[in-house]
């Protein structure tokens, strides 16, 4: 069964950096492509960052480009997404995802979620 599990929001300052992880269970990251969303107060979930089965190669949204970084430890089953720079547009829940197969991670429709923690970002 798989499951996955956020931690690190929190509420930051403008400017501020979090950083999020994902304990993922029940998978093996070689073999899933792995994403972060986001969802912000009366606003639809978007994707921001994920990586794929196959390669190393990420992709990010592009109001995060250069200020976010979505990464993996195959080992500890773990992904974060580490956050820079953060503005207050970034602040809503974030979700990690995790959906079987190789292929684009940015194309693809994520089976299994996680609750999600919240990220706050206000002086």
């Known amino acids: 069964q798989v499951q996955l599990v956020e931690s690190g929001g929190d509420l930051v300052q403008p400017g501020g950096s979090l950083r999020l992880s994902c304990a993922a269970s029940?998978?093996?990251?070689?073999?899933?492509?792995m994403a972060w969303f986001r969802q912000a107060p009366g606003k639809d979930r978007e994707a921001v960052s994920c990586i794929s089965s196959s390669d190393d190669s990420p992709w990010h949204l592009y109001s995060v480009l250069g200020r976010f970084t979505i990464s993996r430890d195959i080992a500890r089953k773990m992904v974060y997404l580490q956050m820079n720079s953060l503005k207050p547009e970034d602040t809503g829940v974030y979700y990690c995802?995790?959906?079987?197969?190789?292929?684009?991670?940015?194309?693809?429709?994520?089976?299994?979620w996680g609750q999600g923690t919240q990220v706050t970002v206000s002086s």
């Open positions: 995802a995790a959906d079987l197969g190789i292929g684009s991670c940015s194309t693809r429709n994520y089976e299994h």
């Open positions: 029940g998978v093996n990251l070689e073999y899933y492509s």
